[in-house]
């Protein structure tokens, strides 16, 4: 069974800080992705992966930046987080043509 | 960009009764995927439909997907309290899966 694991569940930071969402990945899947969830608004893509390295804005890039420096992990950097993005963060992986397989997501709330 | 769009967007129905979820899309697409939500975790890929198909069957689960009207619904049959979740659709407008549109979801509760 393929696991995406992320570090954490919940998470509590201040405005301003630099935060760390990290994702990893057992089944050598070529494409990782992170979204975000909100009531009302369904999943948002903000970034995607799909090789080491390399990396392509979503629908909603802006605040956030990735980073895939090996093909297992893909984290998520929120530079100078924002009480805005106060939300649940799913990472997702897959090959070219297989489903998506997400973790069990990180709850952030940002003070 | 969110293009796939459940209706109805919430459900109550009673263990073995079956449940029928909807979804529209505005654009072309290459696949749709249905997918499951457990509360407060991940999403569970449930089911497949490329664009050239009509109908697929997994289980329980029962998928048809108009083209010309830009539709597809779900069924579950025969539900099970098991099965209360959000329901969410995702199509992928290229070949591959690199950029899935998701739907706002559909929450359905199975009353034991």
């Known amino acids: 069974d393929v696991k995406v694991t992320q570090s954490s569940r919940y998470l509590v930071k201040r405005t301003g800080e630099k935060v760390f969402l990290e994702c990893v990945q057992d089944?050598?899947?070529?494409?990782m992705f992170w979204y975000r969830q909100d009531p009302g608004l369904g999943l948002r893509l903000i970034y995607f992966s799909y090789d080491v390295k390399m990396k392509e804005k979503g629908d909603i890039p802006e605040g956030y930046s990735v980073s895939r420096e090996k093909k297992e992990r893909f984290s998520l950097i929120l530079e100078s987080a924002s009480t805005n993005q106060t939300s649940m963060y799913l990472c997702?992986?897959?090959?070219?043509?297989?489903?998506?397989?997400f973790g069990n997501g990180t709850r952030l709330t940002v003070t | 960009s969110q293009q796939g769009e459940e209706d109805p967007q919430a459900l109550s129905i009673q263990e073995g009764e079956n449940a029928t979820m909807n979804c529209s899309y505005k654009t072309s697409i290459n696949n749709l995927q249905w997918y499951r939500q457990n509360s407060g975790r991940g999403l569970v890929h449930l089911i497949l439909i490329r664009s050239n198909e009509r109908e697929k069957h997994s289980g329980r689960l029962r998928v048809t997907l108009d083209t010309s009207k830009k539709s597809s619904s779900l069924l579950i049959t025969a539900s099970r309290a098991a099965d209360t979740a959000s329901y969410f659709c995702a199509t992928a407008l290229g070949y591959g899966n690199n950029r899935l549109a998701f739907g706002k979801g559909n929450q359905v509760v199975v009353i034991p």
């Open positions: 089944m050598d899947h070529e494409n």
């Open positions: 997702a992986s897959s090959s070219f043509y297989s489903p998506l397989h």
